[in-house]
């Protein structure tokens, strides 16, 4: 199992820290990793240490100007433009290094599915889905999904299919894919109406000879699991069916959760696995097997980003936990030297059952109606009947 999965780190990712009390703390991710290796997770596992992303990859999701502005924004201070300098964005030393880093890591994910030496590849330092070619956005200095999907593109991969499940709409890699039909975008979001970035509508499919390949699917505030997975099963796997891609990239983000403090989504940790383990499937379904997953979004530092990309290092490595593992004492510990008070949970689950009723064409509450509007919109565009629950 070790020699189908990769997974990428180093701390030296940990410094893309926006300081502060900014909420994109790179404690999660330390986190996270000390956890999956208390639970054995990582066992005989060595991580692939990313190189920074040089200039001509970040080209191809950004222009010079704003990699030239991001380089020298520590020194230039104020006004800086590109998005940069904002509460959202706040300029930090070796902002460029941290940035490119970061790319480097999802470049080292591909480079590890391209090259044969691995069929799945996991870098949950990515995930910055909202930077856009010409600025900063929603914490995300460079885009990591969209360099990795057009280096993917250059090396041996006509077909790629990105699913981001963050509760923020995917609007970075939508945006540099929306005319290339070689790419389909499926992004599962909290509605637009109600949270930012306030894109991510059904109507934005994709425009001219990739028209179907952007795919939106914006759910009501509130959504609990069962919704969620029933709106992803009704749609996701019949586009990935008819697309064929080649290799599957994955947005992970887990402000879904619940307890989030930036979004209003209803979901736990027992959904986010059971995300993890059909977004595998789907890879080994429809993908060829190869898997490339990113991180994201999660603001939830202590108690939820550390137990869902546990299990999402253990969907890609084959070694799955189930939801009642204990959390190890020496992690509880850690956790409480940084926060004495907080309340932790006791297992890898919060005791939530994530399981549901498949769509079968009704329109009967909100969720259901955001899925017969995404059929209707998307399915005919790619041969499907979006009335048959079948397709
Ligand atoms: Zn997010």
Not at 201 to 214: D, F, M, P, R, W
Not at 324 to 346: I, M, S
Request: hydrophobic content about 45%.
């Amino acid at each position: 199992m070790g020699e189908r999965a990769a997974v990428v780190w180093d701390a030296a990712l940990l410094g893309y820290d926006m300081g502060g009390d900014h909420p994109f703390n790179p404690i999660r991710l330390e986190l996270t990793m000390r956890l999956a290796r208390a639970l054995g997770v990582l066992d005989g596992v060595t991580p692939l240490p990313p190189e920074p992303a040089d200039d001509a990859d970040l080209a191809r999701a950004h222009t010079m100007a704003y990699v030239d502005a991001v380089r020298e924004a520590p020194m230039v201070g104020w006004d800086v433009g590109h998005g940069l300098g904002t509460a959202d964005n706040p300029v930090f030393g070796q902002m460029h290094a941290a940035s490119a880093l970061v790319v480097g890591g999802s470049l080292r994910a591909a480079r590890a599915i391209a090259s044969g030496s691995a069929d799945r590849a996991v870098s949950i330092a990515g995930g910055l889905h909202h930077a856009m070619r010409d600025h900063a956005a929603g914490f995300c200095v460079y885009n990591d999904c969209s360099v990795a999907i057009s280096w993917l593109l250059d090396n041996g991969f006509d077909k790629v299919a990105y699913i981001d499940v963050d509760v923020h709409h995917g609007d970075g890699v939508q945006a540099a894919f929306y005319d290339d039909p070689r790419v389909l975008t499926v992004s599962l979001h909290q509605h637009p109406a109600t949270l930012w970035p306030g894109t991510g509508a059904v109507t934005e499919l994709g425009a001219g000879a990739a028209q179907g390949t952007s795919v939106n699917i914006p759910l009501p505030p509130g959504t609990t699991d069962p919704g969620w997975q029933r709106a992803f099963h009704a749609t996701v796997p019949s586009l990935l069916a008819a697309f064929e891609p080649q290799v599957l990239v994955t947005q992970c983000g887990v402000d879904t959760h619940a307890e989030d403090p930036l979004a209003d989504l209803s979901l736990s940790v027992d959904g986010h696995r059971a995300t993890y383990l059909a977004l595998r499937d789907l890879a080994e379904r429809y993908a060829g097997g190869k898997w490339l997953a990113t991180g994201g979004g999660g603001y939830e530092l202590l108690r939820v980003v550390p137990r869902s990309w546990t299990h999402l290092l253990a969907a890609v490595l084959d070694r799955d936990l189930a939801p009642d593992t204990r959390l190890p004492t020496e992690w509880l510990n850690t956790v409480r030297k940084v926060a004495p008070r907080a309340e932790l949970p006791l297992t890898m689950g919060d005791g939530a059952d994530p399981s549901f009723t498949p769509w079968s064409g009704g329109a009967d509450d909100r969720v259901d109606a955001v899925i017969r509007d995404v059929r209707r919109a998307v399915f005919p565009l790619h041969g499907l009947d979006p009335d048959d629950p079948r397709d």
